[in-house]
């Protein structure tokens, strides 16, 4: 049996769907929250020490643009991961599992994870 099909082997030509670009964010989203708390252990550890190195942590986090830039980063995978983890929950109890609605499921929480990046940002720099 031959398969005279025409094949494109070009990746860049194709689009990606909205439930794999979600998919693809839920796990980017664990990997820099695994990240972030090797950063964030030894912080809360210091912190929790004297009451010099929590003023130290606190202003590492209040004054320091990196700091604040680590923190919001970190606050936003967490709040993406969280969006991620509740649509694959409702989809695990069979709502959204169509086509459209996996589709639907995936801009919501996608949606919801950029709101929560926002107000995440007002929150610290606000």
Sequence with gaps: MTDNRPKNLDLS???????GVASILHRISAVVIWVGMAFLLPALYFSL???????????????????????WGFLTALGYYIMGSLKHI???????????????????AIGAG?????????????
């Design 114 to 126: 950029v709101l929560l990046s926002l107000l995440t940002g007002f929150w610290i720099w606000g």
């Design 90 to 108: 409702i989809q695990e109890f069979g709502y959204f599992e169509t086509l459209s609605g996996g589709r639907a499921i995936s801009q919501v």
């Design 13 to 19: 030509t194709m689009a990606l769907p909205i439930m």
């Design 49 to 71: 020490k004297s009451p010099e190195g929590f003023n130290e942590i606190k202003t590492l986090l209040t004054e320091n643009f990196f700091g604040q830039f680590f923190i």
